[in-house]
């Protein structure tokens, strides 16, 4: 198959490697990034010629614009997916810009590439169709658990409920950790820690794209995070307050 690749971040490289492997053929457009002379289409339209897929990778805030102007040079025989980590505004954005006319579908690969690169299995990606077009959506599904992915189906506004209270709370505590210099050093941290040693790669090596989209774009990621700030005052004044009764963890097996 051939794609249409529009956006060439840290994700969007490695779903282009991902591409690649599996024998896709590709083209990329960028601006913004240093595309590789064999996969750099030197305009919309010509990484678009051809193209079957047309994936869109680029930082959420800027998808409503490239959408609108890759509109006209759309092909109703071509399906868009874009792999935004927030669900809503770009699954309602597909729906209103391509309508009935163009194939399109809502898709969250749930990895990147340092679960790549760690060789982590199963891959797993949230598909959310438009009912406008559930052909693409069976597609999609193909599409991906071709490329070794495990697929889930879920409404956008499900899926950006889960994610304030997963993605988005493990990138706000992680991004407070970073800030704190909490993991620079991991020779003496015991391994319960190694989890959050993860997380905290993950925030490292972001230039704050996908940091802010998961939690400006997401409409329950503000609640998630005073939620989270709540309980951990509480948390904090039973310590000082040494309430060891109202300290036991629900569900924590007794001493």
């Known amino acids: 198959m051939s794609f249409a690749l529009f956006g060439y971040g840290r994700f969007g490289r490695a779903f282009a490697d991902l591409l690649q492997r599996a024998g896709h053929a590709l083209r990329v457009f960028d601006p913004h990034a240093d595309v590789p002379a064999a996969l750099a289409a030197a305009t919309p339209a010509a990484a678009l010629a051809g ?7 680029m930082p959420v805030p ?38 009935a006319a163009i ?51 879920r409404e956008p506004a499900a899926h ?39 997380m905290l790669a993950a925030v490292r090596g972001d230039a704050g794209h996908l940091f802010a989209a998961i939690q400006r774009e997401n409409p329950y990621a503000g609640e998630a995070r005073a939620s989270l700030l709540d309980h951990l005052a509480a948390i904090h ?9 109202a300290l036991s963890i629900p569900g924590a097996d007794p001493p």
């Not at 340092?114 to 060789?119: D, K, M, P, V």
């Not at 003496?188 to 190694?194: G, R, V």
């Not at 004044?237 to 009764?245: I, N």
Request: hydrophobic share 50%; net charge neutral.
């Open 51 to 57: 193209a079957e897929w047309i994936v869109l990778a």
């Open 62 to 99: 800027r998808m409503a614009e490239a959408l609108r102007g890759l509109r006209p040079l759309l092909d109703p025989r071509q399906t868009v997916i874009d792999v935004g980590s927030v669900k809503q505004g770009p699954c309602a954005l597909l729906d209103g810009v391509l309508g």
């Open 103 to 153: 194939p399109h579908a809502g898709t969250h690969p749930l990895f990147g590439p340092l679960s790549l690169a760690r060789g982590e299995r199963p891959l797993r990606v949230v598909l959310c169709p438009s009912a406008r077009h559930p052909d693409a959506a069976a597609r999609t599904r193909a599409l991906f658990a071709a490329l070794g992915c495990e697929v889930v189906e």
């Open 160 to 198: 950006d409920r889960a994610m304030a209270q997963t993605h988005a709370l493990a990138f706000f505590i992680a991004k407070a950790l970073v800030e704190m210099g909490v993991g620079e050093d991991l020779s003496l941290a015991p391994p319960s820690f190694l989890g959050l040693a993860h």
């Open 237 to 245: 004044q039973r310590l000082q307050a040494d309430e060891g009764a």
